[in-house]
């Protein structure tokens, strides 16, 4: 009889349901940004973000009549802007910054379904789970700091397309390389982890 202190948190059953749910969950993640990017590329209107300017903020907080006790936060305040008749690049490249972090996230499901489903068929250090979770790695940084640039670089154009308002900036930049790198260096670690393991499995077929 298997002891409670040995028993695995996830179970053979547990860990398949799971991998099935993650590989659900994916595909519609996947399927999203296709769809998304198919309409993008459909129709002609986008939506961006870009900030208000402090001139543009200020003059809010006086037409909003807003007492000396309540102003708009911050000095980049965040605005969705409804962009037109924009050429089919730039629509890709607003649309890629919104669906980015879908895609990322879909693929890393369906990878770290992948090795979910070898925990549970009792072979958890298979030598393809440390390049699936630095596959999951790169993702995260895709994700976590390569997207702003891109809804940045997004906003950007927009702008320029429509003559660079007065009132209006590109959006900001509120990726945290801090944020990226502890990501992305605990993954590797977990990868290592992986890549050890199976290392050691296959030292130990060897003697058998």
Sequence with gaps: MTSTATRPLLGPRSSRTLSVVLAGLATLAVGAVVVRVTDALTFASVLTEVTLTTRTRLDLDAA???????????????????????????????????????????????????VVWGLGSGDPFRPGHARLV???????????WVTPQVVRAGSVEVLAFGGNPAGLEPATDSSSIVVTWFGLLLLL????????G?????????LV
């Design 64 to 114: 909003l009549r807003l007492p000396e006790e309540l102003t708009l936060s911050g000095h980049d305040v965040v605005a969705r802007l409804v962009a037109d008749d924009l050429p089919a690049g730039t629509r890709l490249l607003v649309v890629t910054g919104e669906m980015l972090p879908w895609l990322c996230a879909g693929l890393a499901a369906l990878a770290f379904a992948r």
């Design 134 to 144: 630095v596959a999951i790695a790169v993702l995260w940084a895709v994700g976590s």
């Design 189 to 196: 670690a977990v990868a290592e982890v992986f890549r050890r």
């Design 198 to 206: 199976a290392r050691q499995a296959h030292e130990v077929e060897g």
